[in-house]
Structure formats: C-alpha cells, structure tokens
C-alpha cells in the first residue's frame, strides 16, 4: 500500500454527504460527528507515530512492555469506575499475554513469537475482548450481590462458603457476559466478514490461512476471555477483604 497524506484528506471528503446528510434532517449530530472524527484522526496518528517506532526497534522487552501499557491505557478508559481497574486490567493482563504467545505459536507465524509485527496485534485482540467480557461481567457481579444480599446470607447461613456461596452470582454474571460475544461470534463470516480477516487478505494472505489463523486466534479469544473474566472475580473478592 502507498497511502500518501492527500489520500487521507481527500477520504475526509466522503463526510461532506454525511454532514449534510444530518444538517438538513436537523440531527444535531453534525458537530458531534467532527469531534469524533477528530479525536479518531488524534489517537490515531499518535497510535502510529508510536508504533512506527516500536516496531523499527523491534526489541523483545520493549513489545512486552507496549503490550501492558496499551491494557493499561485500554483499561483506564473504558473502566469509568475506578474499583474495576485494577481486577480488569491486572487479569487481562496475565491472561492475554501467555495466551497470545500460545496462539502465535500454534499458527506458525514464521518468526519470533516476540516480534512487534506478531505480538502486539495478536495481544491487543486477545485484550479488547477479555476487557469487555470482565467489565460487564464484573460490574454484573457487584450487582447481584448488591441487589441479593439476603440470598448471599441464606447460603452462608446454611454453611455454605467459598465458591459454593458464590455460586449462583459467578454463574449468572459469567453467562449475561457471554451472551452479547457469542452473540457477535455467530454472526461473524454469514453476515460481516471480520476486520482482522480483512486485513489478513489485503496484506496478501492465502485466504484458507487467513481464516485458520482467524479460528485459532477466536478460540484463544474466548479461552482468555473466560480466563479473565474468573481471575477478576477472584481478585475483587481479595481486594474486598
């Protein structure tokens, strides 16, 4: 590809019919949409000017780093409440890292597990997933205990402790989290072909290979996902005693 700058002011042409698209249905959504472009347009070219120089230097450690400091980024701003980053961030972290070396390995990239080009794409999957899945699981979790404190004292009453007493909350916190990825998952390759399949095929990639490193990759996704959602339980139950 040779995407030069003018290509990419000319492509914010293709907003004009969109703004006035919404001008003339008096949306209001006409200053909303070019701050978020704007902001996009920001993160990005920030987002790039980093990576450019991660992936030039290309040093083991220094991957390993970007990939704690993009969940911690992550995390920070998509985790509003302050009591779920820590758990959120701490169990994406140990899950996705181990899990995305396994699945490089798996797949057979043709180099270090430990490259720029490998690693931190493959991570940063691995991690939007597992942060969505805890949030909302987490947050689902704090919930039910909240709102069923007297079942909670029920089964500790009738000697039940540990995972036993926490039980129904983990359970029905894990299955309103996954529902929504499965969800998504069913309709990935009937009715959208996924971002990472896309790309895979522009970089000229076998179209088989492309859509085996796609399964592999979505099995690691959930794997971790589960993983993480479930070391997070465990972590906020340390950080409440």
């Known amino acids: 590809m040779n995407i030069t700058l003018f290509h990419l002011i000319l492509s914010m042409l293709l907003l004009l019919p969109v703004g006035y698209a919404f001008w003339r249905l008096d949306t209001g959504l006409c200053r ?4 978020v472009v704007g902001r996009i347009a920001v993160s990005l070219l920030v987002l790039a000017f980093c990576l450019h120089y991660v992936f030039l230097w290309d040093f083991p450690w220094l991957n390993l780093l970007w ?15 302050r009591w779920l980053v820590m758990p959120v961030y701490v169990s994406c972290l140990v899950c996705s890292l181990p899990l995305s070396l396994a699945v490089l390995w798996l797949t057979q990239v043709g180099g270090s597990v430990l490259e720029a080009r490998f690693l ?7 991690q939007a997933d597992s942060l969505y899945v805890c949030r909302h699981g987490l947050s689902l979790y704090a919930f039910y205990r909240r709102q069923h404190a007297s079942l909670d004292e029920y089964l500790r009453g009738n000697g039940a402790e540990g995972l036993e007493a ?76």
């Not at 990939?67 to 409440?81: D, L, M, S």
């Open 32 to 35: 909303q949409t070019m701050m």
């Open 67 to 81: 990939v704690a400091v993009q969940g911690g980024v992550a995390t920070a701003i998509y985790c509003r409440r």
């Open 120 to 126: 931190i794409p493959v991570a940063a999957v691995m």
């Open 166 to 241: 926490q039980r129904p909350f983990v359970a029905q916190a894990v299955r309103r989290a996954f529902v929504p990825a499965l969800s998504q998952m069913l309709l990935a390759g009937c009715v959208f072909v996924p971002s990472l399949l896309v790309g895979l095929l522009l970089m000229g990639a076998e179209p088989l290979q492309a859509t085996a490193f796609l399964a592999v990759l979505t099995v690691g996704a959930i794997c971790c996902s589960v993983a993480a959602l479930l070391l997070s339980l465990y972590i906020y139950h340390l950080l409440k005693k």
